[in-house]
């Protein structure tokens, strides 16, 4: 990682640590029912049928909107390989920050993609880390989203080994190195 970023994610994970858990659980329970209700106003402009289920997970707020079996009306909100679902995100993120005041990392799902993509990466980020021990020479992998270099991080810090972000926007991607 670059030293800006990993001091923003330091300053940012540092912050959240410093709020006591039960002030930082409502307030991140606070972020999600302000994107559900936008969410919901969303789904009703757009004639869509979704249910919205939130929760807290570490330091971020997740909010998924889900069909009714027939997640096919919904793939729309999650475009062409998710750049919808990025777009309604930030959306989101906004309409928060609006009302609260404060940046939001809350983190939306649509029909179970990100959860589908979640799996993948961890899975990607595995492999890597196994060809990087196999071979002892660090394994670079194709340009990134933010949300899919951080899932790959955490798979190859849980099969022991560190990786890098290198590069720039859109072209960053993550390098697991060796040892």
């Known amino acids: 990682m670059t030293e ?8 940012e994970s540092g912050a959240a640590a410093q ?40 330091d971020r707020a997740l909010v998924s909107i889900v069909g009714d079996g027939n997640d096919r009306t919904l793939q729309r909100l999650v475009g062409q390989d998710g750049e919808v679902l990025e777009a309604l995100q930030e959306l989101t993120r906004l309409a928060v920050h609006r009302e609260t ?8 799902d649509i029909a179970g993609f990100r959860a589908r993509k979640r ?21 670079k992998l194709r340009p990134m989203t933010p949300f899919e270099r951080k899932v790959v991080h955490d798979a190859v810090a849980a099969a022991g080994l560190r990786s890098e972000s290198e590069g720039e926007e859109p072209e960053r991607c993550v390098v697991v190195l060796a040892g």
């Open 119 to 139: 799996a993948e990466l961890a899975e990607l980020g595995a492999q890597a880390a196994e060809e990087a021990k196999r071979t002892g020479e660090p394994v």
């Open 4 to 11: 800006g970023t990993t001091s923003a994610v330091e300053a």
């Open 19 to 58: 709020e006591p858990a039960d002030t930082l659980v409502a307030r991140l329970e606070q972020e999600g029912e302000i994107a559900a209700d936008y969410l919901e106003g969303l789904l009703d402009i757009a004639d869509l049928d979704g249910d919205i289920d939130m929760d807290v997970e570490g």
């Open 101 to 108: 005041g404060e940046r939001s990392r809350l983190m939306l």
